[in-house]
């Protein structure tokens, strides 16, 4: 969505569309998303994130920050890169948190420790855990 709204931002206001353009002007906002799929309104903030992460000294830019939300809301948000930002990234722990994502079982509760007790889950026995789940109606 970064790239075809770049696009009609520029067919709107802007130069001829270049692809190469394009391409860099929203790939380094992508690496995070790409990663870890739509996160929905987390996804502009890691957008943000990956673009001050990237290897340019973003320092006196003014990035633009685009969020589209369901019932056909709409923001876009302009902020000033400020000299020293670099000195509060966590590109490191970001880059952990990421790779160490893992798969979710949505068909029953993680059997997690913190989980079990932030939301009073007992562990489930063997005979649980082998047996289908059955929904309420």
Do not use: I, W
């Not at 673009?51 to 876009?76: H, I, M, N």
């Amino acid at each position: 969505m970064a790239f075809k709204a770049h696009r009609q931002l520029l067919r709107t206001c802007g130069p001829p569309v270049d692809e190469a353009a394009v391409a860099s002007a929203v790939a380094a906002t992508t690496g995070y998303n790409e990663t870890g799929g739509n996160s929905y309104t987390a996804s502009v903030y890691l957008a943000l994130a990956a673009l001050l992460e990237s290897e340019d000294d973003l320092t006196g830019r003014s990035p633009g920050l685009f969020s589209y939300g369901s019932g056909r809301v709409a923001e876009f948000l302009a902020g000033r890169v400020r000299p020293g930002y670099r000195r509060h990234l966590r590109a490191d722990a970001h880059r952990e948190a990421v790779s160490g994502r893992r798969a979710v079982d949505h068909g029953s509760p993680p059997d997690h420790p913190a989980h079990r007790r932030r939301h009073r889950v007992r562990p489930r026995t063997p005979e649980e855990t082998s047996a289908p789940r059955s929904r309420a109606a």
